[in-house]
């Protein structure tokens, strides 16, 4: 069992930073892909960026390509995702995850077992 738990988000600037955390629990944490995935009001849940269990490997949706980071620390049970030159569109309900049983980076939802309760992130224009 992990808990997730994000941090980091709020209220920013178009064209302002920020950057989230989502802590876990467990001793496990490096046998885990890691993802981020949002929610706007009135939209689907969706993937935003995932990275593989040591962090060698990652992937972004196309519309955050080049604007957003993703990263862990193993030692430190945390993902991180820096997001710059944020626009409205960002605005929306971010979720870390975890999966367990893959080896790959997965992007469907379905394909993760751990979530955190979310954290908002607002972006005025």
């Known amino acids: 069992q992990v808990q997730l738990v994000e941090s980091g988000g709020g209220l920013v600037q178009a064209g302002g930073s920020l950057r989230l955390s989502c802590a876990a629990s467990?001793?496990?944490?490096?046998?885990?892909?890691m993802g981020w995935f949002r929610q706007a009001p009135g939209k689907e849940r969706e993937f935003v960026s995932a990275?593989?269990?040591?962090?060698?490997?990652?992937r972004y949706t196309d519309s955050v390509k080049g604007r957003f980071t993703i990263s862990r620390d193993n030692a430190k049970n945390t993902v991180y995702l820096q997001m710059k030159s944020l626009k409205p569109e960002d605005t929306a309900v971010y979720y870390c995850?975890?999966?367990?049983?893959?080896?790959?980076?997965?992007?469907?939802?379905?394909?993760?077992?751990?979530w955190g309760q979310g954290t908002q992130v607002t972006v005025s224009s």
């Open positions: 995850a975890a999966a367990k049983d893959s080896a790959v980076i997965v992007v469907r939802s379905t394909l993760y077992d751990y």
């Open positions: 467990g001793r496990t944490f490096s046998g885990y892909v």
């Open positions: 990275i593989s269990r040591r962090g060698g490997s990652t």
